[in-house]
């Protein structure tokens, strides 16, 4: 093939175009950008947010390491996410998480630091968790039957914490129960006890309770030859109320994603924290509706004067919750409009008397922009609690920014 006609064939088969494309045309802005003009919701996170946020915690615990809860799929923000960001931070020693597979998943993304499964497995999957360094719980004497039985067939060392209970009553084994147990697991030589475990409630006294047992449990266990572990219990709401619950790591989950546990709480202003997402999605819908018509299968928002009214595709389905149309607000082109509808699929927005935006448009329905709606300022405007904007569905896009601008 001579030069001359190669060059003419890359002509003529439009070679050449696609090079001059590559090497001339303008590059499209973001390749983000594409999935954002999508028909469906999406989230997106702040990587630079959860790392002051991990920062702001490992103050507020004086440097305590945290053991990052990223259950429930990181509260429907993306576990794999949440846990590649936090990988970074040096606040962060490590993640607990509740199913098996989400923590193989985990490792399988990339993630460096130790996991810890704080929930139960299916034995087909003991030795894949065992492969990926997976830290399992014995919170239960099955469970520690299970492992045992596993440890007659691992060549690696299985990594374990164990589960007490101390007054939560859900999971872990008992504080007050004989720990014979133990001494058994000790003297098992691909077992090591890395991490002994609790969960402590919300009431203060009974927190103070919860502590006094599983120090008592620290004793025995200590007495017996388990040494130069770490013990833990607090999640977000004791390790603000109760100082003396730090211990040798904290275990926040919800902190972690900008928001405290109650409304209003005074630490947040000595460590304020941002939110670390943002729920987005574009309108797809935009109808003037006559004065006498309804909205919604049990006809809930009623029009009383002609008025605009946007649709959004995004529903309690989604995990938008529900309660929105008691008062939540979303934010479109920098401006607050009520949520008057929640379907399963669908949400709509009063625009009122005049068309002020259109199809296409991007509406913020959470996010750290304004106090309306922050996932607190959600929780406030609908009487609820800080938790209910944290169920968002595993299909949901994420997109990670470094920062939000
Ligand atoms: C959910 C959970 C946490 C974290 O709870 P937050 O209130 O989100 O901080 C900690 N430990 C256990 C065992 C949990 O189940």
Redesign the pocket.
């Given at each position: 093939m001579t030069r001359r006609f190669f060059f003419n064939r890359l002509l003529s088969t439009g070679f050449f175009l696609a090079f001059y494309n590559v090497l001339f045309a303008k590059k499209p802005k973001n390749p983000i950008d594409e999935r954002l003009s999508a028909v469906n919701p999406w989230l997106e996170l702040s990587k630079n947010a959860y790392l002051t946020n991990a920062q702001s915690i490992s103050k507020m615990v004086k440097g305590i390491p945290i053991?990052a809860?990223l259950?429930?799929n990181a509260?429907g923000l993306g576990d794999v996410q949440v846990a590649k960001i936090l990988d970074e931070s040096n606040a962060v020693s490590g993640f607990?998480l509740?199913k098996d597979e989400r923590c193989i998943a985990l490792r399988k993304a990339g993630v460096l630091k130790p996991i810890l499964l704080?929930g139960d497995f299916a034995p087909n999957l003991g030795m894949d968790l065992i492969r990926s360094n997976i830290t399992l719980s014995v919170f239960s004497m099955e469970s520690l039957k299970k492992i045992k039985l596993m440890a007659l067939h691992s060549e690696k060392q299985i990594k374990v914490q164990l589960y007490f209970d101390t007054g939560?009553g859900?999971?872990g084994i008992p504080y007050y129960q004989n720990l014979k147990w133990v001494k058994d697991l000790l003297s098992i030589k691909n077992v090591s006890i890395v991490g002994v475990?609790s969960?402590l409630v919300t009431s203060y006294s009974f927190s103070l309770e919860q502590l006094r047992r599983f120090k008592s449990i620290k004793e025995k266990l200590e007495k017996i030859g388990v040494s130069a572990i770490d013990y833990h219990?607090?999640?977000?709401?004791s390790?603000l109320r109760t100082s003396t619950s730090h211990l040798d790591m904290v275990?926040?989950?919800?902190?972690?994603h900008g928001t405290y546990?109650l409304a209003k709480m005074q630490e947040s202003e000595e460590y304020p924290l941002i939110p670390t997402y943002k729920l987005k999605a574009r309108v797809i819908r935009v109808e003037r509706l006559r004065k006498g018509d309804t909205i919604g299968f049990s006809r809930f928002y009623k029009i009383e004067e002609d008025e605009w009214i946007a649709t959004l595709p995004i529903g309690w389905a989604d995990g938008y919750d529900s309660r929105a149309e008691n008062g939540a607000m979303v934010m479109i082109n920098d401006k607050l409009y009520d949520v008057v509808n929640v379907n399963a699929s669908h949400c709509n927005i009063k625009i009122g008397p005049k068309k002020e935006f259109s199809v296409g448009d991007i509406a913020t329905l959470i996010g750290p922009e304004v106090p309306e709606i922050t996932p607190e300022g959600f929780g406030l405007r609908l009487k609820g609690n800080n938790?209910m904007q944290i169920q968002y569905k595993e299909s949901i896009p994420k997109i990670v920014y470094d920062e939000f601008l």
């Open positions: 053991l809860v259950k429930n509260y607990a509740v704080m939560l859900r999971m475990f969960t219990l607090a999640p977000s709401f390790l275990r926040p989950g919800i902190l972690l546990p938790y």
